[in-house]
Structure formats: C-alpha cells, structure tokens
C-alpha cells in the first residue's frame, strides 16, 4: 500500500515563504510523476504543480508560475513544494498526489493522495 505524507503547512504573512514535503512510502510504490493540488473551501481540487520521476520535467498553474518551484529527490521518494512571495489567495489545503499516468496536471490523473497540508496566508 502507498501512503503520502504532507508537511511544511503553517501561517505565513503575505510575500513570505513556505517549503512542502510529500514523502512516498510503500513497498510497491511506482509512479509516473507527483503533483500538488489545493483546495480551498467551498472550491474544488485544483491543480498546482506537478514533476515527472523521470527526466524532471515540470508543469504549473499560471497563478503560480514564477512563485513556486516543485523539486523531487528520488532517492528518497520525496517531493517539494516550494513556494515564494505568497499572498493570500494561495490558502488552501495542499495535496500532494503520485500518478500513473501522463494525464499530470488534471487530479483524474492521479492514483494516491495524501491527507493534505495547511497553508494560510495573512494580509
């Protein structure tokens, strides 16, 4: 069975900073890519950022493109959010997710969830 697990949320004033962790675990744990989703409330799950495992190529939500870098360290089964100049429309609840497909930047695409991470951004 594959568990994520979340970290790295908190409150943080607008134009600050925040680092998430996504740790994949598991003894069959195989995935194409891992993506962050958020979701705020009354909102749907929408998609962030996502890395492929292989050859690190990257993908990201225009409201987020030159603000926040997704990163993955292999060897540990890791991954990282990375997220600079904040503001508050960015609070939500964070998702990280390992997919199996190429279909990474829509949450269909995706086989596991974590329980999600939150981040609250103050003006």
């Known amino acids: 069975q594959v568990q994520l697990v979340e970290s790295g949320g908190g409150l943080v004033q607008a134009g600050g900073s925040l680092r998430l962790s996504c740790a994949a675990s598991?003894?069959?744990?195989?995935?194409?890519?891992m993506g962050w989703f958020r979701q705020a409330p009354g909102k749907e799950r929408w998609f962030v950022a996502a890395?492929?495992?292989?050859?690190?190529?990257?993908y990201y939500a225009d409201s987020v493109k030159g603000r926040f870098t997704i990163s993955r360290d292999n060897g540990k089964n890791t991954v990282y959010l990375q997220m600079n100049n904040l503001k508050p429309e960015d609070t939500a609840v964070y998702y990280c997710a390992a997919a199996s497909t190429s279909r990474t930047v829509v949450a269909d695409g995706y086989d596991y969830w974590g329980q999600g991470t939150q981040v609250t951004v103050s003006s």
């Open positions: 890395i492929t495992w292989s050859g690190g190529r990257t």
């Open positions: 598991g003894r069959t744990f195989t995935s194409y890519a």
